[in-house]
């Protein structure tokens, strides 16, 4: 047991150091966590009592219980965070990703109570459920595997000096930059001052249908007016949508500005957001990782839900692909049971 987990982490290790900026990184990350529980599970003496493997009653107790009591503190955790995000940040549908999330618990936790202890005889009802419960599963084995990496990711350090720091838009309001953007302008200007004030700025961001100038024009303003950053160490991308279109528009830039020489650089942005940023970098082959800059606790849960749905975007051919299997077993089982 002891070889397997070791060659599991030697495998997350080589993906980690060949390549950062990877998804699949996650997943060998989230496979460890699993069979670390897994091997806790067999060998804790309260679940395997004996050598014959069989379960104890406390511990039968232990797992049933335990699951729909977990699955209640988080989904009153998550509609409590929605309803804080909603008072600070406004009534939009964005604001409610984590809600939804919730609401998906609180189904699963009836379901599983419904189904488990009142003891439901029909077969179909049990089918259904361990269906519900795959799909529920992978989704959350995926959600905890990405947030795990994410915050690993996020904390590693750059052992380079960066020719350019890439500020990645945000919105305005109207011509302004608000807080959440501020904070990652105020972040790329430590960095700038942490390499010697030596590194171009680069402020990315288009011009929206509500935004009187581009989200380049006003961190750029706000960049000469707060922080007394030289304009000439200031260049602008003002032509992008989103995170993808930044990183393709601003190498573009770079490769302009460099005039042939080799260069590196980093990207700031929210430090929810890094992990994805930097999936993108990777596709446009930009060399760069990221930095993420501080944001309010109460806005990073379901921020962070939204940049899940967007990575499994991102990925959701394999997504579909796991999908369809699971649903295939489940018809199989069905055409046997039923």
């Known amino acids: 047991m002891l070889v397997t987990l070791i060659t599991f982490i030697s495998i997350f290790i080589l993906l980690y150091l060949t390549e950062k900026r990877?998804?699949?990184?996650?997943v060998a990350l989230g496979l460890i966590g699993v069979y670390i529980i897994r091997a806790f599970i067999i060998h804790y003496p309260l679940l395997l009592p004996n050598d014959q493997g069989i379960v104890s009653e406390m511990g039968i107790f232990i797992m049933l219980g335990s699951f729909p009591s977990i699955m209640f503190i988080l989904s009153i955790a998550m509609f409590f965070n929605s309803k804080v995000l909603l008072e600070k940040e406004g009534r939009k549908v964005r604001n409610l990703m984590l809600a939804i999330l919730g609401l998906s618990f609180v189904i699963m936790m009836i379901w599983y109570v419904f189904v488990i202890?009142?003891?439901i005889e029909n077969v179909l009802w049990h089918i259904l459920f361990f269906y519900a419960f795959l799909i529920f599963g992978y989704t959350m084995f995926l959600y905890t595997s990405v947030l795990a990496y994410a915050v690993l990711y996020h904390f590693t350090p750059i052992r380079y000096e960066p020719n350019y720091i890439i500020a990645l838009g945000s919105g305005i309001i109207s011509d302004r930059v608000p807080p959440l953007l501020a904070s990652r302008l105020n972040e790329a200007v430590k960095q700038y001052k942490k390499y010697g004030e030596r590194p171009f700025i680069i402020v990315s961001g288009g011009q929206g249908t509500d935004e009187k100038v581009s989200e380049a024009r006003a961190m750029k303003t706000y960049l000469l007016d707060v922080h007394d950053i030289p304009a000439n160490k200031i260049l602008m991308e003002?032509?992008?949508?989103?995170?993808?279109?930044n990183m393709i528009f601003t190498k573009n830039i770079m490769d302009q500005h460099a005039q042939g020489e080799?260069?590196?650089?980093?990207?700031?942005?929210?430090?929810?957001?890094?992990?994805r940023a930097s999936l993108y970098a990777k596709k446009a082959k930009l060399d760069a990782e990221g930095v993420g800059s501080k944001t309010a606790f109460y806005?990073?849960?379901?921020?962070?839900?939204?940049?899940?749905?967007?990575?499994?975007?991102?990925?959701?051919?394999?997504h579909i692909t796991v999908f369809l299997i699971i649903t295939l077993f489940i018809g199989l089982l069905l055409r046997a049971y039923v």
């Not at 990877?22 to 996650?26: D, E, K, M, V, Y």
């Open 238 to 245: 003002d032509q992008s949508t989103n995170t993808e279109e």
């Open 262 to 275: 080799k260069y590196r650089s980093i990207f700031v942005t929210n430090n929810f957001h890094v992990f």
């Open 299 to 318: 806005y990073v849960p379901n921020a962070f839900t939204r940049e899940f749905i967007g990575l499994l975007e991102m990925n959701k051919w394999a």
């Open 22 to 26: 990877r998804f699949l990184n996650a």
């Open 117 to 119: 202890f009142i003891q």
